[in-house]
């Protein structure tokens, strides 16, 4: 019974030695495997950083029209659509009551310029020449008292005039005296205050004939309503014969030769532009058209905590219309002679490492570490790792193995159709 059971342990040791070489003898007569892969050529060149964002478009300049005056509409001169420029009379409110009250107050001012130039030119100058020739001659009427009294003092001593004579001269003087004073001091008056206040009091009633009448002109002025920029009207809400209420828009008009794109891009995005940066908008329309970043704002949005950018671009066509939702790409840096590689063949490990697979000279896999930079469109910029003419696997390199054994294949190549599909167009 052990003998038997010997001879079974030897046979099964020696089949199972059997399997074995023949196992490696296939293993060591295979080819290594070959995997079919597209390859791409890291190169240098030019690459942008792009910071892209939803927008709504703005015009350059928007006036929204509203009478200072409640009155019907009297007539319309624009319609919806029409091209208007600065100064332009878009429209005239009745005013038949503003321009009779103009008119009367037009004859005030006329009235008080009129005193004005007699206070000043007439009665004014008049009246100061008076006082100082009253002055003048009461002066010399005292003068000539005085000697009259020297005179008669003399002839008194000598006793060749009475005292009465002499009594009466002297007389004469006092009151010459009191004449003069007086006729002194109503030119020295008229020179300090009567002439100022005469002159003062036409200034005040010409100041206020004056206002009056501006007040009434620029009521009047206020039923023509005028265009404060150029442009094209986009709003006229009411019709000729219809009240126009002070404060209610009447006419909107809107400068649309350049447009404003108002994005709102989060704050990490936002600390890379600047303004004077290049940019771009995107429509259906108008397609893209080049514009720059005009505004960063320096303050967050308070709802959104975001951070609003302007773009401003050309709108020579009218194609972007204010009021729609438009793509915009602002430009936040520019690096020249960047080694760029397609992005698809930028692999990213679970740790946030980046790596690629160089197609190498060997015709095998080779992983390589790389520092990715800026990511533009379907490329992507690598700091670190590459040289301008590397080969890196551009699809097909997730999962290959170090050191696979590759072919480098056309896309139509590697993409081989199913059977009963039509066969690919051969390589060049």
């Keep these: 019974m052990t003998l038997l059971k010997n001879r079974i342990l030897i046979t099964a040791c020696a089949a199972a030695l059997l399997m074995v070489q023949s196992a490696c003898t296939k293993r060591s007569g295979d080819a290594d495997p070959e995997v079919d892969v597209q390859a791409a050529t890291a190169k240098a060149g030019e690459i942008e950083q792009i910071v892209s964002a939803e927008a709504i478009l703005f015009p350059l300049h928007q006036a929204a029209i509203t009478p200072k005056v409640t009155a019907p509409v009297k007539k319309f001169y624009v319609n919806r659509g029409s091209r208007v420029k600065a100064g332009q009379l878009l429209a005239e409110l009745e005013n038949r009551d503003l321009s009779a009250a103009a008119a009367e107050n037009k004859g005030t001012y006329e009235q008080a310029q009129a005193a004005y130039k007699t206070a000043t030119a007439g009665t004014v100058p008049q009246d100061m020449q008076k006082a100082a020739l009253e002055a003048q001659a009461a002066k010399e009427t005292f003068a000539a008292q005085q000697k009259v009294l020297d005179s008669r003092q003399e002839l008194y001593k000598q006793g060749a005039l009475p005292r009465k004579d002499l009594d009466q001269a002297s007389v004469a003087l006092v009151q010459s005296r009191a004449q003069y004073e007086i006729a002194q001091k109503h030119l020295e008056a008229m020179q300090s205050f009567g002439q100022a206040e005469a002159l003062k009091s036409a200034s005040g009633q010409l100041t206020s004939a004056k206002g009056k009448y501006q007040g009434a002109s620029a009521m009047l002025g206020y039923s023509e309503i005028r265009s404060p920029i150029d442009g094209v009207v986009t709003d006229r809400p009411l019709y000729p014969g219809e009240t126009a209420a002070a404060g209610t828009p009447l006419l909107t008009v809107m400068d649309t030769s350049q447009v404003v794109a108002r994005a709102h891009i989060p704050q990490e995005q936002a600390a890379l532009i600047k303004t004077g940066d290049t940019a771009r908008i995107n429509t259906a329309e108008a397609g893209e058209v080049a514009g720059k970043v005009v505004l960063v704002s320096p303050a ?18 009218g194609k972007l219309r204010p009021g729609s939702t438009v793509q915009v790409s602002m430009v936040a840096k520019t690096v020249k002679d960047a080694i760029v590689i397609p992005t698809v063949a930028l692999l990213t490990s679970s740790d946030g490492t980046n790596t690629v697979m160089l197609a190498g000279s060997d015709g095998r896999a080779h992983q390589q570490a790389v520092k990715a930079g800026i990511h533009h469109g379907d490329v992507v910029q690598i700091v670190e790792g590459l040289k301008d ?38 390589k060049n």
């Design 300 to 317: 967050l949005d308070p709802n959104s905590t975001t951070v609003e950018v302007w773009i401003q671009a050309p709108n020579r066509e």
């Design 389 to 426: 003419g590397d080969r890196v696997v551009s699809s097909g390199a997730y999962g290959l193995p170090e050191k696979t054994k590759i072919k480098i294949v056309e896309a139509a190549q590697k993409d081989k159709p199913e059977a009963g599909a039509a066969a690919p167009a051969e």
